[in-house]
């Protein structure tokens, strides 16, 4: 279940030491750009200058086909039916009764596709760079308030745990006799009533302790806090970050001031 | 001046007729090991909450009587005042570790009172020293075990530069190995550091070894306070009042019982080869009846 | 490949081992291929430090978790064809953390909720329920919800819903974890009687100082293996052998090593024994 979350991959490649901040802006940039552009041709290039960042990335080639095999399967399904539902254009390749499939319907279909894998290809190149820490990091130096920064890192932090947590639960149920994966699913709701309440009990007392232990350490005392891991905008992350505004701001200036098609 | 000082203190829960603390009087030196003894609802606990102040302020209720740490009235400070004299522990290792690596738990304290950069760093190496877990920085606390998860807990509260350190049960969900890495990092902190150390148990085993006084109670009263070998005795007492006696003295008490004239006292095992076996070396070789 | 059970198999042995290894998922080997077998009756210990696989051993028993290879035989049956439901009619599984398992708004209900999972009638449900709960001493408090009991009464109302499901063979996984010594006592001397009633009773424990007062048998596991299977007092003369194991042996074995000169036997379990031999020892020597 962590898995979804921490997609982290230790490397020491230029996108791994990035500043966080300048991935997050790169992320925001590059999902714009690929949401902007229409043109099949040019999504087929920002989606292989994707897959080079992510060779430059030194990405695990399990944790990639995992993480996009979902994305994978709804590409192929906006393939097949996006021609189904765009009949416009010519020339029309087959035609049965309502059914008209043109060629452009088909490129519409592909160039959505493409889309799609660049708006994952971002996120992922992001999720794969950049550390649980570094992100919570990035974000509050950003200007995220501090108390959210924390909220945000601790939900991180204990996800594992009660997972952990979840399947004791649910084994100690099963141990009583309860099947949770049989029957209809007012039964299987009702059952889920059985993991749900300790889930819940052990979260409050959890969340108890912890609100203890975080008075403890003087939480909250002084609002001019100090961090221990700065984060420094070096000479190569700004060089970055105009490139990946530049790599926006370009063509969107082109397309909507220029009305030049992309 | 003391660390804790009590003087006929009385507690309850907000919400609660039942008084947790019914007139305690305890006074803690400095550089001292004490251990609490007692069953589960004898007020130990209640006693280290009230050590750095979350009693009041955090867990509120009627506090009655004179509750001084290091001289200052816990009435009158709050808890992120208190937090640089004392640091707390508790017994739930997961849920007092709340950062996503080892060196940011260290940090964190520290860092909330606005300690400035370079000494953080420093505090964090000191404190990861001093309770074994140096090299475990990037490590996140999912992946340790218990024991080196209360001893992360236990720099993260000495990074603070407490006085005393107050522990609710720490051992409660350690192994046998964790347990016993958990007070050889107590009792050097103690012997090398001069640090005062409160916690709270029911089983006294480590008690006998380890503390310089213990207090043993009931129903939210100190019903008796010295050092281990007064209090620690009477086996029948102990298990009376719902506390695990150290084993030895069960053998103590019983030959105390068979052998006439005997005088045996012990609470630790080698106390305890020690006496046997010159009393049972003396009747060997006939100097004794 | 998990081996047919054959033909002639030993009816006293309610649980039979052969074999078994178990890999989790991230591919760490949490057994090393194990051969175990507990008679019906046995009061049997299952004692290891943290990461010698004893809970990965007791899954394996009840089918939460299922051999990589090897066999897990149930009274007779292969556990492969049953699921973990028909197990728990023959096992019964308390786990170390109650809040783990409560959830109902009273003990009644959650005690009855085992065996109705299990299909017994109203009737058979409500007699279970009450023996057990008059079995755990919960009576008094058989309304009220187990959320505002204290740990040692939610230890003993998660036993009694395992209880109440009528198993043949008690798991108790650390149950005097947290408890202090009245409520060690208490719980203790349920699991005694549960034993002499005829129930089969595994602990799973680091305490060693319960295994040497109420096991008849322990198995000291280490790093996935059984590395001694012997009588309490066979046990605890290997001092060696348990270290190594990252356990600590009691105080009272600790000291009978060491009085060994005096004629106090390595095997000694109780500070009764030892004194028994002291003063035995004394008169024999003259």
Redesign the interface.
């Known amino acids: 279940m962590t898995g979804f979350i921490d997609l982290y991959t230790e490397a020491s490649t230029f996108l791994h030491r990035m500043d966080p901040r300048v991935k997050i802006v790169a992320v925001a940039t590059l999902s714009l750009l690929a949401l902007i552009t229409s043109h099949l041709v040019y999504l087929l290039v920002l989606a292989a200058v994707m897959v080079v960042l992510i060779l430059f990335g030194r990405a695990s080639y399990k944790k990639t086909m995992l993480a996009f095999s979902y994305v994978f399967r709804v590409m192929a399904l906006i393939v097949v039916l996006w021609p189904l539902f765009d009949p416009r254009g010519t020339p029309v390749l087959f035609g049965f009764g309502p059914i008209r499939i043109t060629e452009p319907g088909i490129l519409a279909g592909i160039a959505t596709a493409a889309r799609i894998f660049c708006l994952a290809a971002a996120w992922y190149l992001l999720m794969f760079t950049t550390s649980q820490r570094d992100l919570v990091r990035g974000l509050v130096k950003m200007g995220l308030r501090f108390d959210f920064g924390l909220s945000l890192a601790m939900s991180l932090r204990f996800l594992p745990t009660f997972s952990a947590i979840v399947e004791s639960i649910k084994d100690a149920q099963r141990a009583r006799g309860l099947e949770l994966d049989k029957g209809n699913l007012r039964k299987r709701a009702r059952d889920y009533v059985a993991v749900l309440v300790p889930t819940v009990i052990t979260a409050l007392k959890m969340a108890d302790t912890l609100s203890l232990a975080l008075q403890s350490r003087a939480y909250g005392a002084r609002t001019d806090r100090t961090y221990m891991r700065e984060l420094k905008m070096r000479a190569g992350d700004y060089v970055a970050l105009l490139i990946a505004v530049a790599v926006f701001a370009i063509p969107a200036t082109a397309k909507y001031i220029f009305s030049i098609p992309l | 001046m003391r660390a804790l000082d009590l003087q006929d203190v009385r507690f309850k829960h907000r919400g609660s007729d039942h008084w947790a603390l019914d007139g305690v009087s305890l006074q803690v030196e400095k550089g001292e090991f004490v251990t609490l003894l007692g069953s589960n609802g004898s007020g130990k606990s209640t006693i280290c909450m009230l050590s750095n102040g979350l009693i009041p302020h955090a867990l509120p209720g009627d506090l009655q009587g004179k509750t001084e740490i290091f001289g200052f009235d816990v009435k009158e400070h709050s808890v992120a005042e208190f937090s640089t004299k004392v640091g707390m522990v508790f017994q739930e290792p997961e849920s007092q570790l709340f950062c996503m690596s080892v060196e940011e738990e260290v940090a964190f304290g520290p860092e909330n009172l606005a300690v400035p950069r370079e000494e953080l760093r420093e505090r964090v190496e000191w404190a990861l020293e001093l309770v074994g877990m140096k090299g475990y920085n990037d490590r996140s606390p999912f992946s340790l075990s218990g024991g080196q998860k209360q001893r992360v807990a236990i720099a993260a509260a000495l990074s603070m530069r407490p006085d005393m350190l107050v522990l609710d049960e720490p051992a409660y969900a350690l192994d046998p190995v964790g347990r016993v890495e958990l007070y050889q990092v107590l009792r050097q902190l103690k012997e090398q550091h001069g640090m005062t150390v409160l916690l709270a148990e029911c089983d006294s085993e480590e008690a006998a070894k380890y503390s310089d006084k213990a207090a043993l109670m009931k129903d939210g009263r100190v019903i008796s306070y010295g050092t281990p070998r007064e209090v620690l005795k009477d086996p029948e007492r102990l298990r009376s009042l719902g506390i695990i006696p150290p084993q030895v003295s069960e053998v103590s008490a019983l030959l105390k019982e068979r052998l006439e004239g005997s005088n045996f006292s012990f609470i630790s095992v080698d106390e305890a080869e020690r006496s046997i076996k010159e009393k049972f070396t003396n009747r060997k070789r006939g100097r004794e009846p | 490949m998990i081996p047919r059970v054959p033909a002639s198999v030993d009816q006293d042995k309610i649980i039979s081992v052969h074999g078994l290894k178990f890999v989790y998922d991230g591919g760490v080997q949490a057994l090393a291929g194990l051969n175990l077998d507990v008679r019906r009756g046995d009061y049997l210990a299952i004692v290891g430090?943290?990461g010698s696989g004893k809970t990965t051993l007791a899954?394996n028993l009840?089918g939460?978790l299922r051999p990589t290879s090897g066999s897990v035989i149930i009274n007779g049956t292969s556990t492969s064809e049953l699921?973990?439901?028909e197990l728990?009619?023959v096992i019964?599984?308390a786990?170390q953390?109650p809040?783990?398992?409560?959830?109902c708004s009273s003990v009644v209900e959650e005690v009855r909720?085992?065996p109705l999972?299990?299909g017994y009638s109203e009737a058979e449900v409500a007699k279970k329920t009450e023996l057990s709960i008059e079995a755990m001493d919960l009576s008094a408090v058989k309304d009220q919800p187990p959320?505002s009991l204290?740990?040692?009464e939610r230890r003993r109302v998660s036993i009694a819903?395992?209880m109440a499901?009528d198993p043949q063979v008690f798991i108790l996984d650390e149950p005097t974890?947290?408890?202090?010594?009245?409520?060690?006592?208490d719980l203790m001397d349920s699991i005694d009687r549960l034993n002499l009633d005829g129930h089969t009773v595994v602990l799973i424990t680091?305490d060693?100082?319960l295994v040497a007062k109420h096991a008849k048998r322990v198995v000291v596991m280490s790093e996935g293996r059984i590395v001694l299977d012997s009588d309490p007092g066979g046990v605890f003369t290997d001092l060696e052998l348990l270290l190594r194991s990252?356990?600590?042996p009691?105080?009272?074995s600790?000291?009978a090593h060491?009085?060994s000169?005096?004629g106090v036997p390595r095997e000694v379990l109780s500070?009764?024994e030892?004194?028994f031999h002291?003063?035995s020892?004394?008169g024999a020597?003259r």
């Open positions: 430090g943290n899954k009840n939460l699921t973990v439901a728990a009619k019964g599984y786990f953390n809040d783990h398992q409560l959830f909720f085992g999972n299990l959320f204290t740990l040692g819903s395992v499901m974890t947290g408890l202090d010594a009245r409520e060690t006592d680091h060693m100082k990252k356990l600590v009691p105080p009272v600790q000291l060491r009085l000169s005096l500070p009764e030892l004194v002291l003063m020892g004394r020597r």
